[in-house]
């Protein structure tokens, strides 16, 4: 008996210490949790997670959306592609399907949480390679492997897996699928339309670096008319002669004397060439008066040697025997050239295209690599290292007949999408393109993207312009830069015209975009699709009050 009542003691005792802890067990998955994770037994793809999650909080309430939970999926397809799609759970789900493209090198994986509060499953990879292990280009050091998962196999693989998770997660395919990238993603998109046509139903593709050789090829061209002769042909000044180039008073004066020529051509006075193809601004002749005297270099005025680089600036590059490789940049762009190509004290005399080019002509624009860059890409004074293994070379031994020589071939035909051929995508699959580019951009040259679309009229189309405008849109925006900001309206969205094309028939003559400061909207107009031009047609001598300029006093022409 009295062992008997210590074990009942005992039992009671542990049941009084376990008590406490049987609030604390933790609750099975939900159902929408279980449903998420079973993307993990998806035998014939790589998952290696799968978990419900929210979209970013502070971001959704920055940006005013919804903040709404996701299936969140990670997986890696070999070598070495990572890729993740954020899946709106099946409730929210709107049918459709959509890429994310990526910018610059890539190399990490992006977030749409906007897309998905809309209802998009997104998807997103790192190209093949991760940025923080493999910073710029150097991923591509003797790696052809990773030199196409770069160029265009990324994509495309990632694209095939995402659908396969639709499938599985949602229990069907998507109704219409479509891709949205700007810069690096513009090319993506151009790449999968000329490469992978039945892809996508729909592709928005923004200022392409499609001419993707080329354009590196300019930007060493151009650096190295910037660096030469001790920055003698520099538009950024030395006031104190210290060697930190403080000073960019001759970059404004040229800004102002570009819109004092031009501004007004399209009948606005508003800080934006609508047009630039049509300012005939001449350095020699509109900055006549503002020459050094005596060629001596000053803060106010420009030598021989600026005017001659303001020139190739707007040139673009060419070859010894004069052949032209690039389009130069457009007037209107000049309030870009300080961040891009200007080494000053602001840029610590390394514009991004010296950041960006400074690497890729290594390890991304020869079959055979030259060599590991230098510490420094903005010193000229080092001398490469040819005894080192690898030896170093530096973008400024570079030869841009190289180019035309023909040496940069290989990686044109991994990299570059330029094929004006898209029968397969526009005619057979019936697919929609939305081309656009800002005027002002200071990257890609928006140019090059102009005489694109005028070749896929003149080879997919026969050169029938009607023809091609029910297929494919080109929207050339003024005062916009690279992708996004700029004097001129340049914000809108870039996917809704495309869904309601591909989906509803409306091909888009024009979008409504904006421009903001501080906030507040202050221009409003209408951006048409090329040829037509938007035009004001609003209160008769109103055109110059910023009150007027609103997308209903605008008629495409």
Same mark, same amino acid.
């Given at each position: 008996?009295?062992?008997?009542?210590?074990?009942?003691?005992?039992?009671?005792?542990?049941?009084?210490?376990?008590?406490?802890?049987?609030?604390?067990?933790?609750?099975?998955?939900?159902?929408?949790?279980?449903?998420?994770?079973?993307?993990?037994?998806?035998?014939?793809?790589?998952?290696? &997670?799968?978990?419900?999650?929210?979209?970013?909080?502070?971001?959704?309430?920055? $940006?005013?959306?919804? =903040?709404?939970?996701?299936?969140?999926?990670?997986?890696?397809?070999?070598?070495?592609?990572?890729?993740? =799609?954020?899946?709106?759970?099946?409730?929210?789900?709107?049918?459709?399907?959509?890429?994310?493209?990526?910018?610059?090198?890539?190399?990490?994986?992006?977030?749409?949480?906007?897309?998905?509060?809309? /209802?998009?499953?997104?998807?997103? &990879?790192?190209?093949?390679?991760?940025?923080?292990?493999?910073?710029?280009?150097?991923?591509?050091?003797?790696?052809?492997?990773?030199?196409?998962?770069?160029?265009?196999?990324?994509?495309?693989?990632?694209?095939?897996?995402?659908?396969?998770?639709?499938?599985?997660?949602?229990?069907?395919?998507?109704?219409? &699928?479509?891709?949205?990238?700007?810069?690096?993603?513009?090319?993506?998109?151009?790449?999968?339309?000329?490469?992978?046509?039945?892809?996508?139903?729909?592709?928005?593709?923004?200022?392409?670096?499609?001419?993707?050789?080329?354009?590196?090829?300019?930007?060493?061209?151009? $650096?190295?008319?910037?660096?030469?002769?001790?920055?003698?042909?520099?538009?950024?000044?030395?006031?104190?002669?210290?060697?930190?180039?403080?000073?960019?008073?001759?970059?404004? *004066? $040229?800004?102002?004397?570009?819109?004092?020529?031009?501004?007004?051509?399209?009948?606005?006075?508003?800080? =934006?060439?609508?047009?630039?193809?049509?300012?005939?601004? @001449?350095? !020699?002749?509109?900055?006549?008066?503002?020459?050094?005297?005596?060629?001596?270099?000053?803060?106010?005025?420009?030598?021989?040697?600026?005017?001659?680089?303001?020139?190739?600036?707007?040139?673009?590059?060419?070859?010894?025997?004069?052949?032209?490789?690039?389009?130069?940049?457009?007037?209107?762009?000049?309030?870009?050239?300080?961040?891009?190509?200007?080494?000053?004290?602001?840029? &610590? *005399?390394?514009?991004?295209?010296?950041?960006?080019?400074?690497?890729?002509?290594?390890?991304?624009?020869?079959?055979?690599?030259?060599?590991?860059?230098? %510490?420094?890409?903005?010193?000229?004074?080092?001398?490469?290292?040819?005894?080192?293994?690898?030896?170093?070379?530096?973008?400024?031994?570079?030869?841009?007949?190289?180019?035309?020589?023909?040496?940069?071939?290989?990686?044109?035909?991994?990299?570059?999408?330029?094929?004006?051929?898209?029968?397969?995508?526009?005619?057979?699959?019936?697919?929609?393109?939305?081309?656009?580019?800002?005027?002002?951009?200071?990257?890609?040259?928006?140019? %090059?993207?102009?005489?694109?679309?005028?070749?896929?009229?003149?080879?997919?189309?026969?050169?029938?312009?009607?023809?091609?405008?029910?297929?494919?849109?080109?929207?050339?925006?003024?005062?916009?830069?690279?992708?996004?900001?700029?004097?001129?309206?340049?914000?809108?969205?870039?996917?809704?015209?495309?869904? @309601?094309?591909?989906?509803?028939?409306?091909?888009?003559?024009?979008? =409504?975009?904006?421009?903001?400061? @501080?906030?507040?909207?202050?221009? !409003?107009?209408?951006?048409?699709?090329?040829?037509?031009?938007?035009?004001?047609?609003?209160?008769?001598?109103? !055109?110059?009050?910023?009150?007027?300029?609103?997308? /209903?006093?605008?008629?495409?022409?």
């Amino acid at each position: 008996m009295r062992r008997r009542y210590k074990m009942l003691v005992s039992t009671s005792i542990l049941a009084l210490v376990l008590a406490p802890c049987v609030g604390l067990a933790k609750p099975g998955p939900t159902e929408e949790e279980s449903a998420c994770a079973a993307l993990t037994d998806i035998q014939n793809l790589t998952i290696t &997670s799968a978990e419900v999650r929210k979209v970013d909080e502070s971001s959704a309430s920055r $940006l005013g959306y919804d =903040v709404v939970r996701y299936c969140y999926v990670k997986g890696n397809i070999a070598p070495a592609i990572r890729f993740h =799609v954020q899946l709106p759970l099946p409730e929210n789900w709107n049918g459709r399907f959509l890429n994310r493209g990526d910018g610059l090198k890539d190399g990490r994986l992006s977030f749409w949480d906007h897309r998905v509060a809309q /209802g998009y499953p997104v998807a997103n &990879s790192n190209s093949g390679h991760d940025g923080g292990a493999e910073p710029g280009a150097s991923f591509a050091f003797n790696n052809r492997q990773a030199e196409i998962d770069f160029g265009h196999r990324a994509v495309h693989l990632t694209v095939n897996a995402a659908k396969r998770i639709i499938r599985a997660y949602y229990g069907r395919p998507p109704d219409y &699928s479509y891709h949205e990238g700007c810069s690096t993603g513009g090319r993506q998109g151009l790449m999968e339309a000329q490469r992978y046509p039945a892809d996508f139903d729909g592709i928005v593709a923004g200022a392409p670096v499609n001419f993707y050789q080329a354009m590196h090829a300019n930007s060493a061209w151009t $650096l190295q008319r910037l660096f030469r002769n001790e920055f003698a042909g520099n538009l950024a000044f030395d006031t104190d002669g210290d060697g930190s180039f403080d000073s960019l008073t001759k970059l404004t *004066m $040229l800004q102002e004397a570009v819109l004092a020529k031009c501004d007004t051509n399209d009948g606005i006075t508003d800080g =934006v060439i609508d047009d630039p193809l049509s300012c005939d601004f @001449d350095p !020699e002749v509109d900055l006549a008066d503002r020459m050094c005297p005596g060629d001596v270099n000053a803060d106010d005025c420009f030598t021989a040697a600026q005017v001659e680089t303001i020139k190739d600036v707007y040139s673009g590059a060419h070859d010894s025997e004069g052949i032209s490789i690039y389009k130069g940049k457009s007037f209107g762009s000049e309030f870009n050239w300080p961040r891009e190509i200007i080494p000053h004290a602001g840029n &610590s *005399m390394a514009p991004s295209f010296l950041r960006n080019t400074g690497n890729h002509l290594n390890y991304l624009f020869y079959e055979t690599d030259p060599g590991v860059p230098p %510490p420094n890409l903005a010193d000229l004074s080092h001398v490469p290292d040819k005894t080192r293994t690898p030896p170093e070379w530096a973008w400024w031994e570079f030869n841009v007949d190289d180019f035309t020589a023909g040496r940069a071939d290989l990686m044109m035909s991994i990299t570059d999408a330029t094929d004006p051929n898209l029968t397969r995508f526009l005619i057979k699959n019936g697919g929609k393109l939305i081309l656009y580019h800002g005027w002002a951009d200071a990257g890609p040259h928006p140019e %090059p993207t102009l005489d694109h679309y005028k070749d896929i009229v003149a080879t997919t189309f026969m050169g029938d312009m009607q023809a091609a405008r029910d297929r494919i849109r080109l929207f050339m925006v003024p005062g916009m830069g690279h992708c996004r900001g700029g004097p001129g309206p340049n914000r809108w969205d870039k996917l809704e015209p495309l869904v @309601d094309w591909v989906e509803n028939g409306n091909a888009p003559d024009f979008v =409504v975009a904006t421009h903001s400061t @501080d906030g507040v909207v202050d221009n !409003e107009r209408r951006v048409c699709a090329y040829p037509e031009r938007a035009v004001y047609v609003g209160p008769a001598g109103g !055109e110059n009050d910023p009150a007027n300029w609103v997308e /209903g006093n605008f008629a495409c022409q």
